[in-house]
């Protein structure tokens, strides 16, 4: 066992997450493709790969136990965060990732084909340009915007009883107020990494 696949097997025990060792291979295979095209396609500043254990899947599965739903759409997905490592992790769940940045889509898509992931597709539109053909029962987003221009942005794609993730580090207090949906805050504890994080649950009706 090397000393990323380490790192990645003890935050998944902190989180309490079990997954299998072909998702484990699959999860370390993505990071490693990311550090692969970085060197030509600047995805993401984090270059260490343990941080990338770290910052890009730990952080991303941290929100696992609260998926729901059988579509969920990852919006400003970028390298393919938080949307790849958690359909690695739920194969049963269909994920569609959205993103403005024409490389990071073609990033997304690559892996896509590279990780043999049939559950995932990616298109490279801006959110409020995507026309969408069947509703979604979850958005989730990762530093995307504030709190009000994310439930503006993503309403015309989520189902009735639709749910945002939102993903966030300190709590938006600001962001927050004038919100009317009902509205969940839950603190994540990600393993190795200092800095609070969050998740903003938000049901819209």
């Known amino acids: 066992m090397n000393q990323d696949e380490k790192l990645l097997r003890d935050g998944l025990s902190a989180l309490h997450i079990s997954i299998n060792d072909e998702m484990i ?12 095209w970085n060197k030509a396609y600047n995805l993401t500043a984090i270059r260490h790969r343990e941080d990338m254990v770290n910052l890009h899947l730990l952080d991303s599965l941290a929100i696992l136990p609260h998926l729901k739903g059988q579509r969920i ?29 024409a490389k990071k889509t073609r990033f997304v898509q690559q892996a896509i084909l590279e ?35 994310i439930i503006d942005l993503t309403q015309h794609v989520l189902g009735e009883n639709g749910v945002l993730l939102c993903m966030k580090g300190q709590i938006p ?29 938000i049901q819209i009706s």
Do not use: W
Not at 119 to 148: C, G, K, Q, W, Y
């Open 25 to 36: 291979s699959k999860l370390l295979a993505f990071i490693y493709l990311i550090e692969k």
């Open 173 to 201: 207090q600001e962001e927050l107020v004038g919100i009317g949906a009902k509205t969940t805050l839950i603190p994540l504890n990600v393993p190795h990494i200092e800095a609070e994080r969050c998740l903003v649950k």
């Open 73 to 101: 759409m990852d919006v400003g997905t970028g390298a393919g965060l938080p949307g790849i490592p958690l359909a690695i992790c739920r194969p049963d769940i269909t994920f569609h990732l959205i993103d403005s940045n």
């Open 115 to 149: 990780l043999k992931l049939p559950n995932v597709n990616v298109t490279h539109s801006r959110i409020e340009e995507f026309m969408v053909e069947s509703h979604f029962d979850m958005v989730l987003t990762r530093a995307f915007a504030s709190l009000p221009e």
